[in-house]
């Protein structure tokens, strides 16, 4: 009895991820825009956009249906005439800027800029003295 009702409990929430499969693909996930300038634009927006599933690959290069998503969007509002950084803000707003190679300077990621470029100071400081110890002796 405990098997069967295991074995039912299963098969319920394994559904969900078997419809995901089953689901085609988006409209231009796999096939370019009919203007070559359009899909230009498209594929470098797409070049530097993170697929939120592989987490390595942008989405040009990934074959998770979630970028082939992506990518139909992109294509999608490329070809509705918007700009590509107009479609990477309405990403990173939508997904957060982890989506985005080209990550923005904000209230959050500033040190993350910063704090090289002060280390690269301290050691240019640290070296400099060194070396005009170094030049007395």
């Not at 009702?5 to 409209?27: E, M, R, S």
């Not at 690959?57 to 918007?82: C, N, T, Y």
């Not at 190679?101 to 993350?112: A, C, D, F």
């Amino acid at each position: 009895m405990i098997r069967r009702l295991l074995a039912i409990l299963a098969l319920v929430f394994a559904l969900p991820l078997a419809a995901q499969d089953a689901v085609p693909p988006a409209p231009y996930a796999n096939v370019q825009l009919a203007d070559p300038a359009q899909e230009a634009k498209a594929h470098a927006l797409m070049l530097t956009l993170r697929c939120l599933k592989c987490q390595s690959q942008s989405i040009a290069d990934s074959d998770a249906p979630m970028a082939g998503d992506m990518r139909s969007l992109v294509r999608e509002r490329i070809a509705a005439g918007e700009e590509p950084e107009a479609v990477r803000a309405w990403l990173v707003e939508r997904y957060g800027d982890y989506v985005s190679y080209q990550p923005r300077v904000t209230e959050l990621t500033w040190p993350l800029f910063a704090i090289p470029l002060l280390l690269l100071l301290g050691v240019g400081l640290v070296l400099r003295k060194r070396l005009r110890r170094g030049g007395d002796a």
